[in-house]
């Protein structure tokens, strides 16, 4: 394990990711114009909610490595496409993080499988999502959410690590909701 309680990073890992999403959401990127066949079909509503998400959905991408770095002793950064290399329980891995099983591309998924063959024990952690069976992605064996999170910190580690995400995230709950109500308005 890294030093100092793998979970309090984790937590200061998704203060952050929300600070960022909130950042990102009041910085008015919630009026940038939608296509006109989204805000034809699903109208303002939609169209902020969607923008909502892809928005969120970005900003965990961007923190996804940092969520199970934490659990590795002497973590250090991989050759792209993979983000880390280090210990977990003696045993020597590199790691891709992917924030969930949509967010892995095409392109992504085929440039880790090239490259997985170059790496010892490879694995793909999902951050988030529900659970799906262990899949081959060349040399690397990529992992559900729930699977991923048992992996680096045990039984009981996604449940820890949803609980935590929705504690931290009430204080932003009201003000986002608000602004997002506001951003419906103006669409």
């Known amino acids: 394990m890294a030093e100092g309680d793998p979970w309090e990073e984790v937590r200061r890992v998704v203060r952050?990711?929300?600070?960022?999403?909130?950042?990102?959401?009041?910085?008015g990127k919630l009026l940038v114009p939608p296509s006109v066949f989204v805000?034809?079909?699903?109208g303002p509503v939609g169209v902020v909610n969607a923008r909502a998400e892809r928005i969120c959905t970005t900003v965990v991408?961007?923190?996804?490595?940092r969520f199970f770095r934490p659990f590795f002793a002497g973590?250090?950064?991989a050759d792209?496409?993979?983000d880390?290399?280090?210990?977990?329980?003696?045993?020597?891995?590199?790691?891709?993080?992917?924030s969930g099983s949509r967010a892995f591309n095409t392109k992504m998924r085929r440039a880790v499988e090239e490259a997985?063959?170059?790496?010892?024990?490879p694995?793909?952690?999902?951050?988030?999502?529900?659970?799906?069976?262990?899949?081959q992605v060349g040399a690397a064996v990529w992992l559900s959410a729930p699977a991923s999170w048992k992996l680096v910190a045990g039984e009981g580690a996604y449940k820890r690590f949803l609980d935590i995400v929705y504690e931290e995230a009430k204080p932003y709950r009201a003000r986002l909701v608000a602004l997002l109500k506001s951003a419906r308005e103006g669409a």
């Open 61 to 65: 991408g961007e923190h996804a490595p």
């Open 123 to 135: 694995y793909i952690l999902t951050v988030q999502g529900g659970y799906f069976r262990p899949r």
């Open 16 to 27: 952050q990711a929300l600070a960022d999403v909130e950042s990102r959401l009041s910085a």
């Open 84 to 98: 880390f290399s280090g210990y977990l329980r003696g045993r020597r891995v590199t790691v891709k993080v992917v």
């Open 75 to 77: 973590a250090k950064p």
């Open 39 to 42: 805000r034809a079909l699903f």
């Open 116 to 121: 997985s063959y170059s790496f010892e024990n």
């Open 80 to 82: 792209e496409p993979f």
